[in-house]
């Protein structure tokens, strides 16, 4: 009997081991070389030539790729990472207006953009599970805009013993957004998701002070985790992406009542800025396209900010044309709807030109530029910020990063009660903020033409423009 059982036992065993080396043996297998199979066979499926030898003043990007939806906003975005102006698709310039003759950001743009890269920047964006003590944590808000919100926030995060490792914040239409990067003020101490909901909840109360529950849709005004995939917020064009969302859910561009009071000493500018940006939209009946025509003042990041926005609304670029003249700036995209359609009701086609008019004055930000530079600490932004509040100052845009131990921050101010802001005044304040150092500029963000009325093109220049556009300055984007 003992024998039996224990013949059977072995029996067992030996099945069970069996059945093991076949789930070895069976089991799916993946080849890691698989997924470069069709760029062996077939070639790389982006190719990325940079030209320096056609013409004296600028760099020719030529990008040869397969059929890739979103490929004109990546090659932009890549572009626009390292400061480079685009005159043309694609012609470039470094900041100092010259060739780009770096071999380090030729490198960097072929990567960027070229085959050996897709695979990386698709697994870069995937959100990591791998979390690192002490790692910051990004969180965006959005609200109804009022004098001094910046330095609330500020406050805020500094009274909750928060360290603002980087933030970006926006101001249009009478709507704030902003992307902020925190740290515990203790290096030793991370933000669990527990006290991170915490410091959220207190950020949407402070964001809601003075909103009625009628007055504001409540998922308008609120704090939460910034939607960006980890080991992004370091990319600004990521964060400034993120941001024209922000402002497009808050719908900045409706026009907000209050902004048909009296004009001010320093509204007569923002005036003639939105009269000078033209958008129209056309329809091409026998290809099926809508034709966007943009003119404005010219700036850096334009086409940036104008693909961002088209990319987001969900329409599919398939031809763009882009130009530049005297400080002017014309683009003109072919574009469908992700579903195939064109825009077929003038009520679509009004929406998108209010958009693309809002993504166009985001950035242009009339007044002074503050540049402050110190060692950080925490409670540094909300005491620069409270500063600011306390002697009539309002921020239209901040642009906050840490270096090392010093802090820079970058801020667009204006006066309060609408008058134009007293440069000297501001030098002064050097005193209050003491061991900070302070540049002060009094420009825009955008680039003035020569003259104030829009450059006319004689008729040959458009029809030299024209045939530019359908040949060499004409870009598919497949």
């Avoid at 203790?186 to 207190?202: G, Q, V």
């Avoid at 529950?213 to 939460?224: D, F, G, M, Y």
């Amino acid at each position: 009997m003992k024998q039996a059982a224990a013949q059977l036992l072995q029996k067992q065993l030996q099945g069970k081991s069996y059945r093991s080396r076949m789930n070895e043996v069976c089991s799916p297998y993946y080849d890691p070389d698989f997924d470069s199979l069709p760029e062996r066979i077939y070639g790389p499926a982006c190719r990325v030539d940079i030209d320096n030898e056609s013409l004296e003043d600028c760099t020719i990007v030529t990008i040869d790729s397969v059929k890739k939806q979103g490929l004109l906003l990546e090659v932009v975005q890549a572009l626009t990472d390292l400061n480079l102006t685009i005159s043309k698709v694609f012609q470039v310039k470094d900041e100092l207006g010259n060739k780009v003759t770096d071999q380090r950001v030729i490198n960097y743009i072929q990567q960027a953009i070229g085959s050996n890269s897709l695979t990386s920047l698709t697994a870069k964006a995937r959100p990591s599970s791998d979390s690192q003590p002490g790692e910051p944590k990004a969180i965006e808000m959005t609200g109804k805009d009022r004098p001094g919100l910046f330095s609330e926030i500020s406050a805020a995060l500094a009274d909750l013993g928060c360290n603002i490792i980087e933030a970006h914040a926006w101001s249009h239409n009478a709507r704030l957004a902003c992307v902020a990067h925190i740290s515990d003020q203790s290096a030793d101490t991370p933000i669990d998701d527990h006290r991170l909901h915490a410091i959220e909840d207190h950020l949407t109360t402070v964001l809601r002070a003075t909103t009625s529950k009628s007055a504001e849709n409540p998922n308008q005004q609120e704090a939460k985790p910034a939607g960006l995939p980890k080991g992004e917020l370091s990319t600004t064009t990521r964060v400034e992406r993120r941001l024209h969302q922000l402002m497009l859910s808050g719908r900045d561009f409706d026009r907000p009542p209050e902004q048909t009071r009296s004009p001010t000493p320093g509204s007569d500018s923002d005036d003639e800025e939105r009269k000078s940006s033209v958008v129209s939209i056309e329809s091409c009946v026998e290809k099926g396209y809508s034709i966007v025509t943009i003119q404005c003042k010219d700036r850096r990041r334009l086409m940036f900010d104008t693909v961002c926005t088209l990319t987001d609304l969900q329409y599919v670029i398939f031809h763009a044309s882009v130009d530049s003249c005297e400080g002017y700036a014309y683009q003109e995209y072919f574009i469908r709807h992700a579903d195939g359609c064109a825009l077929n009701t003038e009520g679509e086609k009004d929406r998108v030109i209010k958009c693309l008019e809002a993504a166009i004055e985001r950035r242009v930000c009339e007044g002074v530029r503050l540049e402050l530079c110190a060692y950080n600490r925490v409670g540094l932004l909300s005491d620069i910020t409270r500063l600011l509040r306390e002697n009539g100052l309002a921020v239209d845009r901040a642009d906050v990063a840490t270096k090392g131990e010093k802090s820079v921050n970058a801020f667009y101010v204006r006066d309060i009660s609408g008058n134009n802001v007293d440069l000297d005044f501001i030098k002064s304040m050097k005193r209050e903020m003491g061991a900070i150092d302070l540049s002060v500029m009094k420009e825009t963000t955008n680039s003035q033409p020569a003259s104030n009325e829009r450059p006319k093109l004689s008729i040959g220049e458009i029809l030299k423009f024209q045939i530019e556009r359908l040949s060499n300055g004409f870009i598919a984007i497949k």
